[in-house]
């Protein structure tokens, strides 16, 4: 089974703190991704990574950075949190493959974080 | 910015009916996908139906693809208060296989 692993499930920081968060995949998966959930938004893409130490911008990369030194994680930086990237945070990865019919999302359990 | 746009955006039923959830979209897709999450937890993927699919089952779900209309339906049958959870689908633009979610339907099934 792939197994895609987020390093806390609860996390509180203080508002201009340095925030990493990490995502460990176990299945050799070439996509990785990081996505935020807020209520009556859905997920949406923050960054994206298709091999190691590339990364792409989503739809809100504002006030985050990311880092992919190896293929399995995929770290999520919050250069200075503030109280409006308090959310619930979901990586996830996926196969970089031709045959679309294999490159269904595998997620982390998620990361809620509350930045005060 | 959401490509596919999940409806209706709350659903409650009793255990035993059907459940249909439906989901639209505004470009052409490789492929549609829909994910389950319980509350406060990862998306865990049901089922993908690819572009040139109209059908696809996987136990007690169906989904239908309907690329004409930019739109699909997940269909639950004999809902379980075990099926409670909200319901995504997830699209990946032609060309792309970067998922993009909707909003979702939550799904209420009472016992």
């Known amino acids: 089974d792939v197994k895609v692993t987020q390093s806390s499930r609860y996390l509180v920081k203080r508002t201009g703190e340095k925030v990493f968060l990490e995502c460990v995949q176990d299945?050799?998966?070439?996509?990785m991704f990081w996505y935020r959930q807020d209520p009556g938004l859905g997920l949406r893409l923050i960054y994206f990574?298709?091999?190691?130490?590339?990364?792409e911008k989503g739809d809100i990369p504002e006030g985050y950075s990311v880092s992919r030194e190896k293929k399995e994680r995929f770290s999520l930086i919050l250069e200075s949190a503030s109280t409006n990237q308090t959310s619930m945070y979901l990586c996830?990865?996926?196969?970089?493959?031709?045959?679309?019919?294999?490159?269904?999302?595998?997620f982390g359990q998620g990361t809620r974080l509350t930045v005060v | 910015s959401q490509q596919g746009e999940e409806d209706p955006q709350a659903l409650s039923i009793q255990e035993g009916e059907n459940a249909t959830m439906n989901c639209s979209y505004k470009?052409?897709?490789?492929?549609l996908q829909w994910y389950r999450q319980n509350s406060g937890r990862g998306l865990v993927h049901l089922i993908l139906?690819?572009?040139?699919?109209r059908e696809k089952h996987s136990g007690r779900l169906r989904v239908t693809l309907d690329t004409s209309k930019k739109s699909s339906s997940l269909l639950i049958t004999a809902s379980r208060a075990a099926d409670t959870a909200s319901y995504f689908c997830?699209?990946?633009?032609?060309?792309?296989?970067?998922?993009?979610f909707g909003r979702g339907t939550s799904l209420i099934v009472h016992p």
């Open positions: 996830a990865s996926s196969l970089l493959h031709q045959d679309s019919r294999r490159n269904e999302a595998f």
């Open positions: 299945m050799d998966h070439e996509n």
């Open positions: 990574s298709y091999d190691v130490k590339m990364k």
């Open positions: 470009t052409s897709i490789n492929n």
């Open positions: 139906i690819r572009s040139n699919e």
């Open positions: 997830a699209t990946s633009r032609r060309g792309s296989y970067i998922p993009t």
